[in-house]
């Protein structure tokens, strides 16, 4: 995914820029980590997916 199709969001989502901001402000103040624990409570473990995404490092 390049930042062109990041900032191609939805109207109901606003600008890219205040979505961008608001990710990292919900990841500064710990946000994602509740929605992650909270989803984790829910998770039954009948089916599993892992993902790998290979990220080229300079």
Do not use: N
Not at 7 to 33: N, Q
Not at 37 to 56: C, F, G, N, Q
Request: hydrophobic residues 40%; aromatic residues 14%.
């Amino acid at each position: 995914m390049d930042c062109h199709q990041r900032r191609d969001l939805p109207e109901r989502f606003g600008l890219w820029t205040m979505a961008y901001s608001r990710f990292f402000k919900w990841r500064d103040v710990g946000t994602l980590l509740k929605v992650f624990e909270h989803l984790r409570e829910d998770a039954d473990y009948e089916s599993l997916s892992i993902d790998s995404t290979a990220v080229k490092a300079h």
